[in-house]
């Protein structure tokens, strides 16, 4: 390389990384979604919903541990976020599903490719204890 290649790229400032907008400094939109995808059991229930409607009793069954008045606080945020929608039908008893929105819907790849990670990296809990 000569001098004049030196002087060039210099002027040039640095190379751009190839994922440039992965890179970018903090990104409020990103914060956001991580933010509400990090609270405590909110992507185990994404992921349940991610197999079709469920009643409130059958999403409690599918995630031990979880407790009815933290399951109803994430859906109503899944709810205000517009990623969930709450259908109550009028028979008798009254019945309550819980059904991902088209948002909620197209978070499955990201559900997806965190749950092949979480196999690849994690151990499994047989040989944690």
């Not at 640095?14 to 914060?31: L, T």
């Not at 992507?43 to 407790?67: C, K, Q, T, W, Y």
């Not at 976020?81 to 978070?107: F, I, W």
């Amino acid at each position: 390389m000569n001098k004049s290649d030196a002087v060039h790229r210099e002027r040039a400032g640095p190379k751009e990384p190839p994922n440039a907008e992965i890179m970018s400094p903090f990104c409020p939109r990103f914060a956001s979604v991580m933010d509400l995808l990090s609270r405590r059991w909110m992507g185990v229930i994404l992921r349940v919903l991610l197999n079709g409607p469920h009643r409130f009793n059958e999403i409690l069954a599918a995630i031990p541990d979880l407790s009815d008045p933290l399951l109803t606080q994430r859906l109503r945020e899944l709810e205000a976020q517009k990623l969930a929608v709450r259908h109550v039908y009028p028979t008798s008893p009254v019945r309550v599903e819980y059904e991902l929105t088209e948002a909620g819907r197209d978070l499955e790849s990201a559900v997806r490719v965190l749950s092949r990670w979480a196999d690849k990296w994690l151990p499994s809990e047989s040989t944690e204890k």
